[in-house]
């Protein structure tokens, strides 16, 4: 008497409520994963920072090692070139990567009182991989700089395809 299957009035059997719905929760843990593994591009990711906005290369200065023995830990300073004045000063700054399990590694919010459009911070990376910065002017401008660095000490080992 432990089956999970009753006998129908047709003479064949039925599963249960439970089975069934054991197999449905079976069914989407499954497909969780999958979604878990979408991750949008790098494209996505600044496309998504500069709402669709178009982003320009210039007045942003990225600096990274080009070559990096340890992935856990590697120094990263942007800079923007503005006058941090009430009328023109940088509202964010954001940093993006093309290969670790998340696209936007940071996003700084900056004012005219900051002084000046300066970070500086530390990132893991999991792989070689191009890192671009894009800042957010107080006139409504995108701007960026990219910078391609090499790995040898990979970090953040996930999935990464």
């Not at 432990?2 to 089975?19: K, S, V």
């Not at 790098?42 to 992935?71: I, M």
């Not at 670790?100 to 999991?126: M, Y």
């Not at 002017?137 to 996930?158: F, K, P, Q, R």
Request: hydrophobic residues 45%; contains cysteine.
């Amino acid at each position: 008497m432990g089956d999970t299957a009753t006998p129908d009035i047709a003479g064949g059997t039925q599963l249960d409520r439970r089975a069934l719905l054991a197999g449905a929760a079976g069914l989407l843990v499954l497909a969780m994963p999958l979604r878990a593994l979408a991750r949008p591009s790098l494209e996505e990711a600044v496309a998504g920072f500069s709402g669709g906005a178009p982003v320009k290369a210039g007045r942003v200065t990225l600096t990274v090692p080009p070559l990096v023995e340890n992935g856990n830990a590697v120094g990263v300073t942007v800079e923007v070139d503005s006058p941090m004045t009430p009328a023109a000063h940088v509202r964010r700054i954001g940093l993006f990567n093309q290969k670790n399990p998340q696209a936007d590694v940071a996003i700084f919010h900056l004012g005219p009182r900051n002084g000046r459009a300066r970070i500086a911070t530390r990132i893991r990376l999991a792989t070689s991989q191009t890192i671009i910065a894009v800042a957010e002017l107080s006139d409504g401008t995108y701007w960026s700089s990219d910078a391609n660095v090499i790995v040898t000490l990979a970090a953040c080992i996930e999935d990464l395809t």
